[in-house]
């Protein structure tokens, strides 16, 4: 009989590596061709392996999907960056490695940022995605997500729109 254990968790100083893997492959797998290459590779390398071990011993709200004992997803989340805005949770980030996506694993570890925001009272919590990341858009709308807002977003000389979905 084989089994395989599925764990979300608070991310540990040893997960950087696997984060900042997640990171790389998720990105250019989800923003190839949206965001301009250059601009794409710049936001890929800030984020390495000592970037993700900063951001963990700082405490950041940081939550991994260990598939058999391998990071394979990451979610990062925590007070509304935006103050004007009534909401005062949001989910920063949601990504998975490209071979695990579309099997649910998004949805539960969407699920866990979301309690957790709740515990800490963010009732409600916003979420933004590019516009033309279909994937994200969809997975949105059909976790429940109700476009808020759309705003421009500049990568380089590059302007792409941006969607702020609302979670109550």
């Known amino acids: 009989m084989v089994s395989t254990l599925i764990t979300i968790r608070n991310a540990l100083s040893r997960d950087a590596a696997?984060?900042?893997?997640?990171?790389?492959?998720?990105?250019?797998?989800?923003?190839?061709?949206?965001?301009?290459?250059?601009?794409?590779?710049k936001m890929i390398s800030r984020r390495?392996?000592?970037?993700?071990?900063?951001a963990i011993s700082r405490g950041s709200n940081i939550l991994v999907l260990d598939f058999d004992d391998k990071v394979a997803g990451y979610a990062t989340y925590g007070r509304n960056r935006i103050r004007a805005m009534p909401y005062r949770g949001e989910i920063f980030e949601l990504y998975l490695a490209p071979q695990?996506?579309?099997?649910?694993?998004g949805r539960r570890l969407f699920k866990s940022a979301r309690a957790d925001?709740?515990?800490?009272?963010?009732?409600?919590?916003?979420?933004?995605?590019?516009?033309?990341?279909?994937?994200?858009?969809?997975?949105?709308e059909h976790m429940g997500g109700r476009i808020l807002r759309r705003a421009p977003e500049k990568f380089g000389t590059d302007v792409r729109e941006r969607v702020a979905f609302v979670f109550e």
């Not at 390495?48 to 900063?54: A, D, I, K, V, Y």
Request: overall charge negative.
């Open 48 to 54: 390495g392996p000592r970037w993700w071990s900063n």
């Open 18 to 41: 696997g984060i900042a893997e997640v990171h790389d492959l998720s990105w250019r797998e989800a923003y190839r061709g949206i965001i301009p290459g250059r601009e794409l590779e």
């Open 100 to 105: 695990y996506q579309g099997i649910g694993f």
């Open 117 to 140: 925001l709740e515990r800490h009272g963010c009732r409600a919590a916003i979420v933004w995605a590019l516009e033309d990341n279909a994937r994200a858009i969809s997975f949105y």
